[in-house]
């Protein structure tokens, strides 16, 4: 079996012959390929990190398995981790977090044990990167949450969850403040659910979860969440079972999926043989159960336990009083103790190894689009407008320019209203939102938004526009605050 293979800038090279040479040892079934990516690929012209060769290669091959990659700062360059994820459409990224005897935290030391999977919605939310400068003092960043982007991953986490045989399924969010984007989330959340009545679903705000997560992480089996939510809860969870030094992470797609250490590139320590290689470790011995080689997974995870257990370790961890090893030699150790099985947390395997085969090429974009489509409306517009001037004077200028076709209905700066109700007290920026909506009996057509644009045109700068829709009977588009 033939995998793509970049080892990365930093201490990625070493690591990832570490593992590699651990991989070999075992008689892992599997070929090598090594693709051009990385920093340095930045470096020789290549915007994307990547040559097209590599490019070529991994979407042959399905498969890609990386050191940890640095993304050049200053150069307007977006991150090669981020746009490989994205490219490929990996629109799940598992990251499970276990104890490991032998590496002390607050938790093992209490004697409670740690296994939680954080599901993280892998392609959209702010990650898109769409940001625009809308006046010289205002930033603005799209963040998209999508219906069908959604139900891949949960139906992703769902399925996983069930194969994990774990009772609890649990959904991240902050859909009580982003009530239509994490709303839709939620929603497609509890849509799945009914798939599987067999786990329990339930919801918890990101913040609360965070909250019980540092105090009671034992409560939690699988849990799903946005991108940037997503993100930050699967650190934290790294830092519950020791650092980003033991945390795997599994970017999974129709066609093709990527394991990858998440931790960085550690150039202070780089090419002096010091770097922990456990996170690839662990995150190759994901890909070797997605590809359905559990026997060699088993094997390696229970030496690597083994070898914990016994306090051997590098630099960044274990007992300080006994003498770390290098890179090398923690491979080393590693090897010994196949066949090794530790005191506590051993794996088994169970039935024969599976034989995996790569998706079909594909030769178009795969369209996604919800099935379900309810009538839909233009009730409005929302302009956003760059103005110094009081909310009263730019209603004014506003409220001429209707034309019997609409009203006026409020203005918020930052997301809190300021006309035609609010406080003196709120502080202003010079950025307006301003609705529009359609009057009673006037149907509206986009060519009436344009109309309202030019004529707006002629008092204000005009920054961005939005549609006001409604599908069937529902608004699709948020209040300000104290509308």
């Known amino acids: 079996m033939r995998i793509a293979v970049a080892k990365g800038d930093g201490i990625g090279p070493e690591i990832m012959d570490a ?10 079934p599997l ?12 470096d020789k012209g290549f915007n994307n990190g990547m040559t097209p060769e590599a490019k070529q290669n ?8 990386k050191g940890p990659m640095e993304t050049p700062k200053g150069k307007g360059v977006k991150s090669i981790n981020v746009t490989a994820r994205k490219t490929w459409n990996t629109y799940a990224n598992k990251r499970v977090f276990t104890s490991l005897h032998g590496v002390d935290t607050v938790f093992s030391k209490a004697g409670i044990p740690i296994n939680i999977s954080i599901i993280r919605e892998n392609i959209e939310d702010t990650y898109g990167g769409i940001e625009h400068m809308l006046t010289q003092d205002v930033a603005l960043c799209r963040r998209f949450i999508t219906r069908p982007g959604t139900l891949q991953v949960m139906r992703y986490a769902f399925d996983m969850a069930s194969k994990k045989k774990v009772t609890r399924i649990s959904c991240g969010h902050k859909a009580n403040i982003m009530k239509i984007t994490d709303g839709m989330f939620l929603e497609c959340f509890y849509e799945v659910a009914k798939e599987y009545p067999h786990l329990k679903a339930d919801d918890i705000i990101v913040d609360d979860l965070c909250m019980k997560l540092v105090t009671r992480p034992d409560l939690f089996d699988v849990v799903v969440l946005p991108n940037l939510q997503g993100d930050i809860v699967s650190d934290l969870c790294a830092g519950l079972v020791g650092g980003l030094g033991f945390a795997p992470s599994a970017n999974i797609g129709d066609h093709i999926s990527i394991f990858e250490a998440v931790h960085g590139t550690a150039p202070d320590i780089a090419g002096k043989n010091l770097a922990n290689p456990t996170a690839l470790l662990l995150s190759g011995l994901a890909m070797l159960r997605h590809v359905g080689l559990y026997e060699n997974a088993a094997t390696i995870e229970n030496a690597l336990r083994y070898t914990l257990e016994s306090g051997v370790h590098t630099g960044d961890f274990g007992n300080k009083n006994t003498a770390a090893v290098n890179t090398t030699e923690f491979a080393d150790a590693i090897i010994s103790n196949f066949g090794k099985t530790p005191q506590q947390g051993a794996v088994s395997y169970s039935g ?18 919800s099935a379900h489509r309810k009538a839909e409306a233009i009730v409005g517009a929302d302009l956003f407008l760059e103005s110094h001037q009081q909310p009263t004077a730019v209603a004014a200028l506003c409220e001429k320019e209707t034309a019997g076709i609409f009203k006026l209905v409020t203005i918020s700066n930052r997301g809190t209203q300021v006309w035609p109700t609010g406080s003196v007290y709120t502080n202003l920026v010079n950025q307006y939102r301003v609705r529009f909506e359609r009057q009673e009996e006037k149907g509206l057509e986009q060519s009436d938004i344009v109309a309202l644009y030019q004529r707006m045109s002629q008092h204000f700068k005009i920054c961005s526009v939005e549609l006001l829709n409604q599908w069937g009977n529902q608004k699709a588009y948020s209040l300000a605050q104290g509308q």
Request: negative net charge.
């Open 31 to 42: 070929q090598y390929e090594v693709v051009e990516m990385g920093k340095w690929v930045f």
């Open 352 to 369: 024969d190894n599976k034989v995996y085969h790569p998706a079909a090429p594909i030769s178009e974009h795969p369209m996604l689009e």
């Open 58 to 65: 991994i979407e042959q091959l399905g498969l890609l398995f």
């Open 19 to 28: 593992v590699l040479r651990i991989f070999e040892a075992n008689k892992v």
